[in-house]
């Protein structure tokens, strides 16, 4: 039995094809098939069926695979391998050798293809056996925002594999079937350059010089006249080599057939001490065929960079396209943010785009970008984002990667994201995080260092280092001098780190009146308060107060413990005060 995607949406027994049901049933295939033996999570394969969901999706869809189950059941005979659709916790899963599905044998086929030992002949065998796969446009007549997403990436992959097959088959010596092809996608897409240029590589190889400098000319003047855009550097230096008659253009050495793949993350933070349920949560993440954008955000020194370098160690397996990273630099001493031009134009470097290549404007780098994370599974690290307009245009558009976004600010104005809201260390951990960088102490007197430092990761960190720094303090030393919270946040200095410093940030970050209510609320001497108390303190009605509380708490510079309740974490409360 064979589950058809790469044209229209077919079940094949038998060599026949089997009607798979009305659009939407077929679609609920399409979902699972995607993710061929993969768990998709009950929501996730609601948000794939249904652009906004009715109120009665969940039944909706439980009819959808009843039925997909009988029809495959139906169809099912002891000589052919099964497809089931199988429910398990939290989702379902089309259980199937992914070889029965076309477009996981067209991708298989495809990275088989990129061995390097392969000679060019069994190359454009394997690619031509993938390309036979393809029927038509996939998911044809689908209907929905997902399918359009997919049918976008799964298209993109296609012209891929056909440029490398050209490529492979022009090396052979076989230009016929290639230009062919060609011929035919260039008509249809005449300003995809590199398709273009693989055309006109091929024509130059079949000795048709004129003809590939004519074809040249004609994507230059449909570039023009749609896109305002002369040729790029690329597809000019080929226009070059044919006027020249150059020889490396018909040299029969295989070129590499190599992927860029970045492998960008820092290092893991040395030391690094509990936060098993958060990393369990960022592992259990993301079905595959989704782009997965989780924002952790916190306040400052919380260790947001370090769980989230962390956990991207820790899965960088299931992305094998590579991974970037990105300092956004949200929230850097000395440092303005960086601009979306500019983050684009590191990332389109990591993903292996030329200087000379990549546009000038913010909408022409985010297409590019998005263009090249087509078809790729890429973990993608954006730490230290100041902001939501800073972070939406650095976010894929096509399914398989996963992103991850560290910030001071919740970012809630994203779409489609997950948030993580990292709190402090629990007891056990902030004492294991000072043991591994202090060493052994009198564990009644770890207990109380870690609490007068809030269980903060980056002021137990630098209270270690000072307890380091000085061979003659004992740890009993250290917390007295931090038992006065007059002076504990200039203990709680080491080198260039500083927990003041790191809040200062935040604090600038604000504006006038915010940064008023942060200085006035931090006076209030009781544990909590709720908008009556704030307003009271700030001298505004109660709706004014209530905004500016929520600007505090967006800036994760306050807590809210309960709902209406309101407090300050003590060490932003000491620096809340300092500033008074």
Sequence with gaps: MLIRLLGPVEIVADGRALDAGPPQQRLVLTALAADA????????LIDRVWDQAPSGARRTLQVHLSRLRRLLDTARTDDQASV???RRSGGYQLDVAPDQVDAHRFRRLVEQAHERHLSDLDRSKLLAEALDLWRGPPLADLPGQWAATVRQAWHQQYLDAVQEWAAASVRTGETGPALALLAGLTAERATDEPLAGAYIRALYAAGRPSDALDHYAVVRRHLAERLGADPGPELQQLYRQILAADPALTSPVAEPNTRWTPQQLPAPAPAFTGRAGELARLAAGGDGADVLITVIDGMAGSGKTALAVEAAHRIADRYPDGQLYLDLRGYREGAEPAGPAEALGHLLHGVGVPAAQIPEGVDGRAALYRTRLVGRRMLILLDNAAGEDQV?????????CLVLVTSRRQLAGLDNTRRLALDTLTPADAVALFVRRAGGHPAELIAELVELCGRLPLAIR???????????????????????????LAELEAGQRSVAAAFDLSYRRLGSEARRAYRVLGTHPGPDLDEHVAAALLDVPPVAA???LHQLMDANLLLEPAAGRYRFHALVRAHAVSLG
């Design 462 to 488: 630098i209270a270690a280092a000072r307890l380091r720094a000085h061979p003659t303090w004992t740890l009993e030393h250290l917390v007295e001098r931090l038992r006065d919270p007059r002076h504990r």
């Design 392 to 400: 939406a245009p650095l976010l894929p558009g096509a399914p398989g």
């Design 546 to 548: 209530t905004q500016l």
């Design 84 to 86: 089931r659709v199988v």
């Design 37 to 44: 033996g993969r768990l998709i999570g009950t929501e996730s």
